[in-house]
């Protein structure tokens, strides 16, 4: 179903490293392939059932994939593209296409054209920088209800006019239509990217939301502790989250770890006792959940600088 004109290249080998041989890839001639005369520079193209092998490259065309029927998914210039049934694909010049792989009932329309037929049809002005970046970053879209409606009718109209070349004004007729089809294409993927943009804002949104629902619960926990909890992984596991995954939340909306926050209520359980009630250094040490007695008192001098009975003689206040 394709026209290959295999590079002047052959498997060459940097130490382990493989060059990939890519072929160059050309629109055929055939059944169900149009074009104006005998001229490549625009090639509208149905029923395009079967895929290349290895990996290819079009050094001149750029290529419209309307895809009719089936699945498709290919590597693109290393990126991993999956199409589907109304899907839109954009294939740039001078990208890499390769390990294709389809379903049984796969099947697409195509119009291919070269640069200058896009300065033939003055779109070229129509296209600024961001859209090229747009394009290349996502060359898929899919079609609403109405965008197919729309895109076929304008292919039908395109192979028509193709086909019906008594007129002299033909070619003009052609690029006049291409360069309409274009327009509509780019309104239809800038949409796309504003809604893509709208999406991700939203689940930005949504996931800062998330988090800040993860981190207002971790706090409601372990001030519920009251200093008896001192594991991350323990309350994690209460909010069904990874302790990873916890650490990763409060350092990146609250610039903390998990373990600072343990440490300032399990200091305030500590030091609430000490200044207020008159429970011996066992009961605090038992009630708090510490090993023993003397972990208790190594805790104590590590993060208050001195031991729970100093501590007490300096600022026991009694109930």
Same mark, same amino acid.
């Given at each position: 179903?394709?026209?290959?004109? +295999?590079? %002047?290249?052959?498997?060459?080998?940097?130490?382990?490293? #493989?060059? !990939?041989?890519?072929?160059? @890839?050309? $629109?055929?001639?055939?059944?169900?392939?149009?074009?104006?005369?005998?001229?490549?520079?625009?090639?509208?193209?149905?029923?395009?059932?079967?895929?290349?092998?290895?990996?290819?490259?079009?050094?001149?065309?750029?290529?419209?994939?309307?895809?009719?029927?089936?699945?498709?998914?290919?590597?693109?210039?290393?990126?991993?593209?999956?199409?589907?049934?109304?899907?839109?694909?954009?294939?740039?010049?001078?990208?890499?296409?390769?390990?294709?792989?389809?379903?049984?009932?796969?099947?697409?329309?195509?119009?291919?054209?070269?640069?200058?037929? +896009?300065? %033939?049809?003055?779109?070229?002005?129509?296209?600024?920088? #961001?859209? !090229?970046?747009?394009?290349? @970053?996502? $060359?898929?879209?899919?079609?609403?209800?109405?965008?197919?409606?729309?895109?076929?009718?304008?292919?039908?109209?395109?192979?028509?006019?193709?086909?019906?070349?008594?007129?002299?004004?033909?070619?003009?007729?052609?690029?006049?239509?291409?360069?309409?089809?274009?327009?509509?294409?780019?309104?239809?993927?800038?949409?796309?990217?504003?809604?893509?943009?709208?999406?991700?804002?939203?689940?930005?949104?949504?996931?800062?939301?998330?988090?800040?629902?993860?981190?207002?619960?971790?706090?409601?926990?372990?001030?519920?502790?009251?200093?008896?909890?001192?594991?991350?992984?323990?309350?994690?596991?209460?909010?069904?989250?990874?302790?990873?995954?916890?650490?990763?939340?409060?350092?990146?909306?609250?610039?903390?770890?998990?373990?600072?926050?343990?440490?300032?209520?399990?200091?305030?359980?500590?030091?609430?006792?000490?200044?207020?009630?008159?429970?011996?250094?066992?009961?605090?040490?038992?009630?708090?959940?510490?090993?023993?007695?003397?972990?208790?008192?190594?805790?104590?001098?590590?993060?208050?600088?001195?031991?729970?009975?100093?501590?007490?003689?300096?600022?026991?206040?009694?109930?």
């Amino acid at each position: 179903m394709f026209n290959f004109a +295999l590079e %002047n290249r052959k498997n060459e080998h940097l130490g382990n490293i #493989a060059i !990939m041989e890519i072929q160059e @890839l050309n $629109p055929r001639r055939g059944d169900d392939t149009y074009r104006i005369g005998d001229s490549d520079e625009l090639v509208v193209m149905e029923k395009i059932g079967s895929v290349p092998s290895g990996a290819i490259c079009s050094h001149n065309h750029g290529i419209i994939f309307f895809c009719t029927e089936g699945r498709a998914q290919f590597e693109y210039d290393g990126n991993v593209v999956k199409i589907q049934k109304n899907d839109l694909f954009l294939y740039m010049v001078n990208s890499t296409a390769s390990n294709f792989l389809t379903s049984s009932d796969f099947n697409c329309r195509q119009i291919w054209f070269t640069r200058s037929e +896009l300065w %033939n049809i003055e779109i070229h002005n129509m296209i600024s920088v #961001a859209d !090229m970046t747009l394009l290349k @970053l996502h $060359p898929v879209v899919h079609l609403s209800e109405e965008d197919i409606i729309l895109c076929d009718t304008y292919f039908q109209l395109l192979c028509s006019r193709i086909k019906l070349s008594t007129s002299v004004l033909t070619t003009h007729i052609v690029r006049s239509l291409l360069g309409t089809i274009m327009l509509e294409l780019l309104s239809i993927f800038r949409r796309n990217a504003e809604h893509k943009m709208e999406q991700d804002q939203q689940e930005k949104i949504n996931s800062n939301l998330h988090k800040k629902r993860i981190i207002d619960n971790f706090i409601k926990l372990v001030e519920e502790s009251d200093g008896r909890i001192r594991r991350v992984d323990e309350f994690a596991s209460q909010l069904n989250i990874t302790p990873k995954y916890l650490s990763t939340v409060l350092k990146e909306v609250m610039n903390r770890r998990p373990s600072t926050y343990i440490q300032l209520y399990t200091l305030k359980a500590i030091e609430y006792r000490l200044r207020f009630t008159d429970m011996t250094m066992q009961e605090i040490s038992h009630d708090l959940r510490f090993p023993n007695p003397s972990f208790f008192g190594k805790y104590c001098k590590e993060h208050l600088g001195m031991t729970p009975l100093e501590y007490r003689m300096k600022y026991h206040k009694g109930l």
